[in-house]
């Protein structure tokens, strides 16, 4: 499946205007890789998405959402023996 493929049903619509040249480059770019050209546009968008949303660094939430994280935050540290053990082993590249 294409990078993003999903089974959900497609029912929204998003209706844009490109140039002719930018939609001539979709086209053959889209069929270089046997694909059409909607779809093309549709995963390119999606994986620049998540892209710009994975490098998101600053997070706005209101008073109620930033009590939840700080008593989270405040919260002792769980004893995990399984990372314990795996901290306290020699490094492999140490070896």
């Known amino acids: 499946m294409p990078d993003g493929?999903?089974?959900?049903?497609?029912t929204a619509r998003l209706d844009l205007r490109v140039s002719p040249e930018d939609k001539a480059e979709f086209e053959a770019v889209a069929?270089?890789?046997g694909t059409h050209a909607g779809t093309f546009v549709v995963?390119?968008?999606r994986r620049e998405a998540r892209r710009?949303?994975?490098e998101q660094t600053l997070f706005v939430v209101d008073?109620?959402?930033?009590a939840a994280f700080d008593q989270?935050?405040?919260r002792p540290a769980m004893d995990k023996p399984r990372?314990?053990?795996?901290?306290d082993?020699?490094?492999p590249f140490e070896r």
Do not use: F, G, N, V
């Open 5 to 10: 493929a999903r089974t959900h049903k497609k």
């Open 31 to 33: 069929e270089m890789i």
């Open 43 to 45: 995963e390119s968008a």
């Open 52 to 54: 710009l949303r994975s």
């Open 63 to 66: 008073q109620e959402q930033w």
């Open 72 to 74: 989270l935050l405040d």
């Open 83 to 87: 990372l314990r053990a795996l901290l």
């Open 89 to 91: 082993s020699p490094s």
